[in-house]
């Protein structure tokens, strides 16, 4: 009787295991687009050796986003590698339980940072951060060519050693001052990324900050904090003194992803969550809705546009990627000429609160955009 009872018990439990409901498109653990590998083979036949990626903001007002730097394998069919700091290996005891804390720097197949719904690192990794990005924000991706293969084999050498230093909870690192762990002010995801072109690849120009806290007072590591964006144009110029060519693919968000991290508060559906270009430290920051109006965001909005290559998106009705904007990018000296004369004009009109038509196009903006602002 009791085998019988038993047998019956694993039975129903089965069943109920085959009709559980499966996870929903644009979710953790559910389907991903179909065709990730044709799309992004076509991206990758261009020779791209570093692509920098920018996420867009999730929070209202002027939100930093993150950054990440992908690397390019050692061979033409193999994936991108993503080096991305990992927000939670601050070794508090809170996120040490409930996330991934294997590493500061996470090191990330570029397909499934971008659109991948399971992660090959670890349970404990966050979906729309670690992996499936696209499904919880746009991303920016600035792709950079000409690089030489020694320089991006010291930008992996500096993200490994970073590692090692946090697994040996270094404070005697060059790089930054104090322990070597995640924090958001002192050593967050663009201090890492620009700590590696500084110290790893010889950058010895770039402008890294370090911010310090003054008597437990973390307001001043605030107001000097490195910035994605700020990171990211700093970069740009870098590249483009050496001689690097550039191009912008902008990876947008998926806009119907219902899916709601249940580590995080509030708990919000993906779809919900704003998708703002991620601003730099300034005024707009204040501003919780609506168009940015400080010069520096857009400038940055339209540089990042004038280079712009493809638009990538998932086609909702097929659930398959799409490169749904094809065009030429500006060179680097022309588009940074034109996006400095046009947010110039168009910061100055913003602050008369006259009623005009913007000079310049924001990146994910409609090409025939005529909106006027007041």
């Known amino acids: 009787m009791t085998s019988r009872i038993l047998g019956y018990l694993i039975f129903v439990i089965a069943c109920m295991a085959g009709s559980a409901p499966a996870a929903e498109f644009g979710s953790k653990g559910g389907p991903a687009p179909a065709n990730i590998d044709e799309v992004s083979a076509v991206l990758h036949q261009d020779p791209i050796d570093l692509e920098l990626l920018i996420s867009f903001g999730t929070s209202k007002g002027g939100s930093a986003g993150h950054i990440a730097l992908a690397v390019r394998g050692d061979t033409s069919s193999e994936d991108d590698t993503v080096y991305s700091a990992n927000f939670y290996a601050d070794r508090t005891a809170e996120h040490a339980k409930r996330f991934d804390t294997s590493d500061l720097i996470l090191a990330i197949p570029k397909r499934e940072y971008l659109f991948g719904t399971t992660s090959s690192l670890s349970e404990a990794t966050v979906f729309g951060l670690d992996y499936g990005e696209i499904y919880k924000r746009s991303v920016i991706g600035v792709r950079v060519f000409g690089v030489p293969a020694q ?3 010291t930008l992996v050498a500096f993200f490994q050693r970073v590692n090692a230093d946090y697994h040996r909870r270094a404070t005697d690192a060059d790089y930054h001052r104090g322990e070597i762990k995640y924090d958001y002010f002192r050593l967050n995801c663009a201090k890492a990324i620009g700590a590696a072109f500084k110290y790893g690849a010889g950058y010895k120009d770039l402008k890294v900050k370090s911010p310090r806290a003054l008597r437990g007072r973390r307001v001043v590591a605030a107001a000097t904090a490195n910035i994605p964006t700020e990171m990211a144009m700093k970069l740009m110029s870098a590249w483009n003194e050496r001689g690097y060519r550039m191009d912008v ?11 709601v991290e ?30 940015y109006r400080d010069f520096d965001n857009l400038y940055a909005m339209y540089l990042l546009y004038n280079l712009g290559r493809y638009s990538v998106r998932v086609d909702a009705p097929t659930q398959l990627l799409e490169i749904e904007k094809d065009k ?22 913003f602050r008369r609160h006259t009623l005009f038509q913007p000079l310049g196009k924001s990146i994910g903006e409609a090409p025939d955009n005529t909106h006027l602002y007041h």
Do not use: C, H, T, W
């Not at 693919?249 to 899916?259: E, H, I, Q």
């Open 151 to 153: 320089e991006r084999q």
């Open 262 to 291: 249940p580590r995080e508060d509030p708990k919000i559906a993906f779809k919900d969550l704003p998708d703002r270009f991620p601003s730099v430290l300034s005024l707009d920051f204040r501003r919780e809705q609506g168009a």
């Open 328 to 349: 030429e990018p500006m060179d680097y000296p022309a588009a940074a000429r034109l996006a400095k004369d046009s947010a110039k004009s168009d910061s100055q009109n």
């Open 249 to 259: 693919v902008l990876y947008k968000k998926y806009v119907g992803s219902s899916y």
